[in-house]
């Protein structure tokens, strides 16, 4: 039994000029995500998901979790900042800090861009209670359409981004079969008080909250796409009740890159070791 997932038979060729050295494989770009978790009074622990629109280039009509590319500007070292250093991401994610600094900013960014979740408030200990209103909004489409860093969004609101209420969680990069590539570490975080998470994002046509089972179970029996990280990271929380307990859980992050191979004539993506269990077999 192959330890992987089957790829449709278009994608044969691909594989095999990538490994004969024929075809080079696109550079994958730093990008981060971010879990936001909520305990709820019936459900329990819930997972906050998109559903990215069918016209989309990367992964149309996958479940995913708020997160993108990181901006340049990201790495601006200006903006007001609590909570583990750049440093001490670097060494979690065993990036240079440069590189934590942009990974933390882009996965705060996103969130908002994405949700209007701001991991961020007027000092160090506290965060913003909302984010609604036309002059958030404003913000939001000036972050978008890159008109305004992020640096510069939170140092005119006068917020501290609030890096303590982030932990590290995975790191997974794009396999090199993909035309578009993300060398992407995971974030969790939970659902600042007096914040509600909204549908804002134009990549995506629908949100849920959801039980990190719940999706699993959902893409098992065929009703949702699941990327292989994100079901990954889905089955890993499924483990978890509350959100103190995720946020506690001790994490060595180890990078995960699947692999595509030839096996008995078929094209496989075959999966890291150790997430095997993530997975049913092909």
């Known amino acids: 039994m192959v330890n992987g997932l089957r790829l449709p038979p278009e994608l044969r060729d691909r594989v095999e000029e990538i490994r004969a050295g024929r075809l080079s494989p696109v550079a994958p770009r730093d990008a981060a995500t971010v879990v936001v978790l909520r305990d709820h009074d019936r459900h329990g622990l819930q997972a906050f998901m998109l559903r990215r629109v069918a016209s989309m280039a990367f992964a149309p009509g996958a479940y995913v979790f708020p997160g993108g590319s990181v901006d340049p500007r990201d790495g601006e070292a200006a903006l007001a900042w609590s909570g583990p250093s750049p440093e001490e991401w670097g060494r979690a994610f065993k990036a240079g800090e440069t590189l934590a600094r942009e990974l933390v900013c882009a996965a705060v960014r996103e969130t908002f861009e994405e949700t209007l979740v701001l991991l961020a408030g007027p000092t160090g200990s506290t965060v913003v209670d909302d984010t609604r209103g036309d002059e958030w909004e404003a913000d939001r489409q000036a972050l978008l359409d890159r008109s305004l860093s992020f640096a510069r969004f939170l140092d005119r609101r006068g917020l501290v981004l609030r890096a303590d209420l982030l932990r590290p969680w995975a790191h997974w ?44 179970e959902r893409a098992r029996a065929g009703e949702w796409f699941l990327m292989p990280p994100t079901l990954a990271t889905l089955d890993e929380l499924s483990a978890y ?36 269990r993530h997975y049913p077999q092909g």
């Open 241 to 276: 009740e509350t959100v103190a307990d995720v946020l506690a859980a001790p994490r060595e992050i180890v990078v995960h890159e699947p692999q595509a191979e030839i096996i008995d004539g078929d094209a496989y993506l075959v999966l890291p070791e150790g997430t095997e």
């Open 173 to 216: 990069i794009t396999p090199a079969i993909e035309p578009k590539r993300y060398d992407t570490r995971f974030f969790v975080a939970g659902m600042p008080e007096g914040q509600r998470a909204r549908d804002v994002s134009t990549e995506a046509d629908q949100v849920a909250w959801v039980r990190p089972a719940e999706a699993v």
